[in-house]
């Protein structure tokens, strides 16, 4: 079959381009999906968008690759884009769910793809138990329709000690390898040099004037907010309480967080999450004006170089330096590959240019793991110690150099039934310790955590959307909830939504440290009892010598489990940690279905199967 010649612009292989043309039949498509938003763990760290390298550096926004031999069929796809970042459920993210279902469309000629290579890179974290499941099944679904695999998938692990970059770095130098064999770099064209820095996205032209009235608040709050809000367009929620909820002596801080959401628009289920937009501290703004010689009070309108190319619809215009740094660069999250790349062909300063470089090349990624990755080391202080680089970034390349601030995922923790216009959050504040001096904070969680609506009026920008959890809505339908710490969170939501709607089949395992310092609604929870609305099981696993977690306790009730997942027809949910839990509950799970069903290893493990195909056990898990 005649092969395709490889676009002018993509000869650098840095391009930002998603689909570029040299010719009425030559096409190189660059495909990518992710979660919109967050992905569902509270304070999750969010993924920096970079340019695709070759032949072995990349940027983690680069999720997927592919490249027809003839007028590509997947321009004729709907919402086509190859989707490799899956949930914990195995579920394809939000912007590939129309083209996820016309490739799986049993209608769909063995044929179809016959005349495409392909390659497919996924990215995601072994901790869940369907790791990288869109990806594997995307690559097969890909072969069956006679596409033809450049490589084998590349599974991206976030749970490797190097990242993802330990199984990318390889599979991108043979991609390249393979693409240049099929598409040669025409004659009179090169490769740009890596140490070439590509134009900036944007430029920032700095206005001379005065500044005018506050325009950036009113582009966050607007005139009308659309019903119901969106990211785009966020409700600022008061907040009208923040309350520890974790015993003076515990080694967590935990708070309970309560939103006034009258007259949002806003309507939520139990199973919805909410989305909360955090911002920097004033300390990070001024230590990062500080280092890269800018004046915070100072504005500038943002215009994009190539024209059609969007303007960051959360950035006004015109913007002062103080609302782009505190409001939307991610300063203090932990910088990718790419940013190290970057900032070394930018760096005027022979040694840090030199030790940049050796961090941003594949045989430097042990040492770029044991500076920034492993202590979690922030961009701002990345920056802080290539002072003379740091001074000497162009203010257009702030946009390149540090991603968006990305909204945080929270389970919500009440219903509409029992508490009208009101939305509550469970958060646990992330901090810990590394070797770096200042302990490690979570962004969202910690800036919540700093809000006291006691001292005065405060604003939460939110919005809600579907969560992974579906209750079912017929009343005589039982559930079975495992929620182990804050992941109990949704599940106090249905435990209202139900009892306010008369349903009684409600059986929850709870597991914490110790009964007076971490159990979540003690009062809440035992009221219910007492009401005969909630079966409640615990699980204290510091208040005996032998620990005992929820899984055991879920053997121990086998019995009633057995009775109302087998003939009552229960649900089944489970929400917390995923490193070990969802794997410990679902082998006791099995073991209930073997001692209680009298089913064999075989027969259990596809009962167990069977729930999770029928959405009768669903899980909601963050690592």
């Not at 072995?56 to 086509?80: K, N």
């Not at 919540?448 to 609506?453: E, G, I, M, Q, V």
């Not at 909830?481 to 599940?491: C, L, R, Y």
């Not at 064999?600 to 669903?618: H, I, K, N, V, W």
Request: hydrophobic share 40%.
């Amino acid at each position: 079959m005649p092969r395709r010649a490889l676009a002018n612009d993509v000869t650098s292989c840095r391009r930002r381009k998603t689909e570029v043309r040299a010719g009425p039949d030559r096409l190189l498509r660059f495909l990518g999906a992710r979660v919109s938003g967050a992905q569902r763990r509270p304070d999750a760290e969010p993924t920096a968008a970079g340019p695709l390298r070759q032949p072995d550096g990349h940027g983690p926004g680069c999720v997927g690759e592919a490249g027809p031999r003839s007028p590509a069929p997947a321009s004729r796809v709907p919402g086509a884009g190859a989707g490799l970042l899956p949930s914990g459920q195995g579920d394809p993210p939000d912007n590939m769910k129309s083209f996820w279902r016309f490739i799986f469309r049993k209608n769909l000629p063995p044929t179809s793809l016959c005349q495409m290579d392909f390659a497919v890179l996924g990215l995601g974290d072994s901790s869940y138990a369907k790791f990288n499941f869109v990806a594997k099944k995307l690559h097969r679904r890909l072969l069956q329709l006679g596409g033809a695999a450049l490589l084998p998938v590349c599974l991206g692990d976030d749970q490797h000690e190097l990242g993802p970059d330990a199984a990318i770095d390889p599979w991108l130098h043979s991609l390249w390898e393979k693409v240049l064999e099929l598409l040669p770099v025409p004659l009179g064209l090169g490769v740009i040099p890596p140490e070439v820095p590509l134009p900036s996205k944007f430029t920032l032209r700095f206005l001379r004037e005065a500044p005018g009235p506050d325009s950036e608040e009113r582009h966050v709050a607007g005139t009308d907010p659309p019903s119901p809000p969106s990211e785009l367009q966020p409700f600022l929620a008061p907040m009208v309480a923040n309350q520890r909820v974790t015993g003076p002596s515990h080694f967590q801080d935990v708070r309970l967080i309560e939103f006034d959401i009258a007259g949002s628009g806003i309507s939520f289920v139990a199973g919805d999450v909410v989305l909360i937009q955090p911002e920097n501290t004033a300390r990070h703004v001024q230590q990062f004006c500080q280092v890269l010689g800018l004046d915070p009070d100072q504005r500038f309108v943002l215009q994009p170089r190539e024209s059609g190319s969007p303007h960051p619809e959360r950035l006004p215009q015109p913007c002062s330096v103080r609302h782009l740094v505190s409001k939307y660069l991610d300063v203090a999250s932990v910088p990718r590959r790419s940013f190290f790349e970057l900032l070394a062909c930018l760096s005027p300063h022979a040694l840090e240019r030199e030790k940049l470089l050796e961090l941003s090349s594949a045989a430097g990624q042990e040492a770029l793991h044991e500076y920034c990755t492993r202590p979690r080391r922030t961009a701002l202080e990345v920056l802080s110690d290539f002072p003379h680089t740091a001074a000497a970034v162009p203010p257009d390349y702030l946009l390149d150099l540090i991603p968006p601030i990305r909204p945080r995922a929270f389970s919500i923790a009440s219903s509409l039934l029992a508490r009208p216009a009101r939305l509550q959050i469970l958060v646990a504040v992330v901090q810990y310790q590394t070797r770096l001096k200042e302990p490690r904070r979570g962004l969202c969680s910690s800036w919540l955590a700093s809000l006291d609506p006691g001292q005065g009026p405060v604003r939460v920008p939110l919005w809600v959307r579907p969560g992974g959890l579906a209750f079912p809505q017929t009343p005589d339908t039982p559930v079975i909830m495992v929620g182990p710490g804050t992941g109990v969170a949704p599940f106090r939501a249905a435990v209202q939504e139900r009892v306010a709607q008369g349903q009684r089949g409600n059986l929850l395992f709870f597991g914490c440290r110790q009964r007076d310092q971490d159990f979540y609604w003690e009062a809440e929870w035992t009221e219910l009892e007492e009401r005969g609305c909630l079966t409640l099981v615990t699980a204290f696993s510091r208040e005996q010598e032998q620990k005992v977690y929820v899984q055991h306790r879920l053997r121990e009730r086998g019995p009633l489990v057995w009775e109302l997942l087998d003939r009552w027809g229960a649900c089944f949910y489970l929400a917390g940690n995923a490193k070990y839990m969802p794997a410990d509950v679902s082998a006791a799970l099995t073991s209930v279905f073997q001692e209680e069903g009298g089913l064999s290893g075989p027969d259990a493990a596809a009962y167990l199967a069977r729930l999770q195909r029928t959405q009768r056990f669903q899980t909601e898990t963050w690592a």
